[in-house]
C-alpha cells in the first residue's frame, strides 16, 4: 500500500506543471497516463480528470457512482467524495489542475455495490449503500483530510487512522442497505430512503445534529419504496395549507417539506410534511405521463419548481431525454407545468439546481446544463446551455457514463463522477481562469518564480503590460493592477500566503506563479 501511496502522489504531484484542457471548437483533449481522449464539449473546460482505478480497490468491478464535495471551514480548501463499487474516496481539489488523492473508506461489510451515496453535514460525511446487506450508515469526520494523503490510503475505525464509524440503527429500525441519503442541513436531520426492511423503503429520519451519535426519530412507510428524495425547510409563498389529509398546520412557510421520488410500480412524486417526525403528514402527489422509473428530482432556489427525471423512460418508450418541471406554488395541488426533451437517447439521472441552471449528469451523454427560465417556459426546446461529454464513444441509452455532479463550490469549479471514467473537475469556459490558451507563452515572464516577496512580469517589445489579476487555485481573485501600460512591472508578494497562484496577464495569458517564503 506505502509503494501505491508514493505511485499515486507522484502521479499528482508530477502534473503541477501541466495546465487545464480548454474547450475549442467544441472539443477538449486531454492526456492521462499518456492516452489522449477527447471529450465533446461546450461552455465547459477539463481542468483534471481522477481514473477509478485510482480512487477504488480492486474488490469486485471497479466503478464510481455518487459523488459529494465538501468545503474545509477553515481555510476554504475544496475537496471531492466519491462513491465506488468498493469504497468511498477523497479527494482535495484545492488546485483543481492537479488534484490529490488522499485515501478512501472500504464499504463497511466487505460487498460491493454499485449504489454508494454520501452527503455531508457539520464537517461529516454519511455513506450508505444499497443491495450489501448490513452495511449501516457509516459516519467519517472530514477534518481528518487536512493532514494529506493518508499513510496507507485506507482511513478505517482506529481512532488514530480516521475513526471511521458505523450507525446499524436504533429505536427498532435497524439499517442495512440503503439506496440513498438525503440531509436538510438547516435542521441536521439525514433521511435514508430505499432502506430494505426499514419503514417498507420509505424515508427513515435520523437526529445527526451529533454526527458521531446519530439516532433514529421517526419514519415513513404509507406510501411504499422511496429511491431518492429532497429535503427543505420551506420558503416559498404557499401560506394556506388546505390538503385534506394535514392537520394542525395553517401554512407551510418555514415546514420542513419532503418530496420523495417514488419509482418502481407506484412512480410519482410523493410530498409530505416531516416537521413532527414522531406525525409526518402526507400532503399530496403528483404522476406524470409514461413513466419508467420515477428517479430523482430538485427544487429550484424559490422553491416554486420541481425539476425532476425518470430514469428508464428513455429505454422504454424511446423518448429522448425527458425533464419534467412540476409547479409547487400550491404544495396541496401540484400540477406538471412543463416537459423538455433533448434530442439526445442518453438516460437521465441525478440533477441539481444552482440559481438558474439545472446540472444534470446525464449518463452517455455526460454533464449537461439547461438555463431553468428557458425550461420552466412553454417554449423550452433550447433550455440547454452548455455541457461536458464524459463518455464520448456514445449518447445511446444505457447505463454509463456520469452518474452525478456536484456544482455548489464556491470556486466555481464542478465536479462528476462517471461510472468508467472517474472524478472529472471541469470549470466554466468563461470563468476569469479560463482563457484559450492556459498554458505558458513566451511572450511573458515572471522572475523569480518561485518568490519569497516579489516577481517581475516582463514582456517582449512588441506588447505591453495593461492588466494583472492574480487568482488563487480555486478561483478566487486577490489582486487586481490596472492602466498599467509597461514591459514589466513588480509585483509584490509579501500579502499572499505560500502556495501556488495563477497570474492572469492582459485577460489573455494565465502563467503560475509559487509563494514559497
Not at 423518448?319 to 434530442?343: H, I, K, M, Q
Amino acid at each position: 500500500m506505502l509503494k501505491k501511496l508514493l505511485i499515486v502522489t507522484s502521479l499528482f504531484i508530477g502534473q503541477l506543471t501541466l495546465a487545464q484542457n480548454p474547450c475549442v471548437n467544441g472539443f477538449v483533449t486531454h492526456t492521462l497516463n499518456g492516452i489522449d481522449t477527447t471529450y465533446p464539449c461546450d461552455g465547459y473546460d477539463l481542468l483534471s480528470r481522477v481514473p477509478i482505478a485510482t480512487l477504488a480497490t480492486t474488490l469486485g468491478n471497479e466503478e464510481g457512482s455518487d459523488v459529494w464535495g465538501w468545503t474545509d471551514p477553515l481555510n476554504g480548501k475544496e475537496y471531492a467524495i466519491v462513491g465506488t463499487t468498493n469504497s468511498t474516496a477523497f479527494v482535495d481539489i484545492s488546485d483543481p489542475i492537479n488534484p490529490v488523492f488522499l485515501g478512501r473508506i472500504e464499504t463497511s461489510n466487505g460487498n460491493t455495490s454499485f449504489w454508494r451515496d454520501v452527503k455531508v453535514y457539520n464537517n461529516h460525511a454519511f455513506i450508505v449503500a444499497d443491495g450489501v446487506g448490513s452495511h449501516g450508515m457509516q459516519i467519517f469526520d472530514l477534518t481528518n483530510l487536512r493532514t494529506g494523503p493518508n499513510g496507507d490510503l485506507t482511513y478505517t475505525s482506529d481512532p488514530l487512522d480516521g475513526n471511521v464509524s458505523v450507525f446499524y440503527g436504533d429505536n427498532g429500525i435497524t439499517i442495512g442497505s440503503c439506496h440513498n441519503i438525503v440531509i436538510n442541513e438547516s435542521e441536521g436531520v439525514a433521511y435514508l430512503v430505499g432502506c430494505g426492511g426499514a419503514a417498507s423503503g420509505g424515508p427513515v429520519f435520523v437526529d445527526i445534529t451529533n454526527p458521531q451519535s446519530p439516532t433514529i426519530s421517526g419514519s415513513y412507510s404509507s406510501k411504499g419504496y422511496t429511491h431518492d428524495a429532497q429535503v427543505i425547510t420551506y420558503n416559498g409563498t404557499d401560506n394556506n395549507a388546505t390538503s385534506p389529509t394535514v392537520t394542525g398546520i395553517t401554512s407551510y412557510i418555514g415546514r420542513q417539506i419532503l418530496l420523495a421520488s417514488n419509482g418502481g410500480s407506484n412512480d410519482r412524486v410523493v410530498i409530505l410534511d416531516v416537521t413532527n417526525k414522531s406525525n409526518p403528514q402526507f400532503i399530496s402527489e403528483i404522476t406524470y405521463p409514461n413513466p419508467g422509473y420515477a428517479h430523482q428530482g430538485w427544487f429550484t432556489d424559490d422553491h416554486r419548481y420541481f425539476i425532476f427525471g425518470d430514469e428508464t423512460d428513455e429505454q422504454n418508450f424511446g423518448f429522448g431525454t425527458r425533464t419534467f418541471v412540476f409547479d409547487l406554488l400550491d404544495l396541496d395541488n401540484p400540477v406538471l407545468a412543463t416537459t423538455y426533451e433533448s434530442s439526445l437517447a442518453a438516460i437521465d439521472h441525478n440533477g441539481y439546481v444552482k440559481g438558474d441552471k439545472f446540472y444534470l449528469a446525464n449518463y452517455r451523454a455526460g454533464l449537461r446544463v439547461l438555463d431553468i427560465p428557458t425550461l420552466i417556459s412553454s417554449n423550452n426546446s433550447n433550455s440547454e446551455i452548455a455541457y461536458f461529454d464524459t463518455y464520448p464513444s456514445s449518447n445511446s441509452a444505457n447505463f454509463n457514463g456520469a452518474w452525478s455532479t456536484y456544482p455548489y463550490f464556491e470556486s466555481g469549479n464542478i465536479i462528476i463522477s462517471d461510472i468508467e471514467g472517474g472524478l472529472f473537475i471541469v470549470r466554466p469556459s468563461n470563468s476569469p481562469l479560463s482563457t484559450p490558451e492556459f498554458s505558458i507563452k513566451n511572450s511573458f515572464s515572471l522572475a523569480p518564480n518561485p518568490t519569497n516577496s516579489s516577481t517581475t512580469i516582463s514582456t517582449n517589445k512588441t506588447q505591453k503590460i495593461k492588466t494583472i489579476e492574480v487568482y488563487s487555485v480555486i478561483g478566487k481573485k486577490v489582486y487586481f493592477k490596472d492602466n498599467i501600460d509597461q514591459n514589466s512591472f513588480v509585483l509584490n508578494t509579501d500579502h499572499l500566503a505560500n502556495g501556488i497562484y495563477l497570474v492572469k496577464i492582459n485577460s489573455t495569458t494565465t502563467k503560475k506563479l509559487v509563494v514559497k517564503k
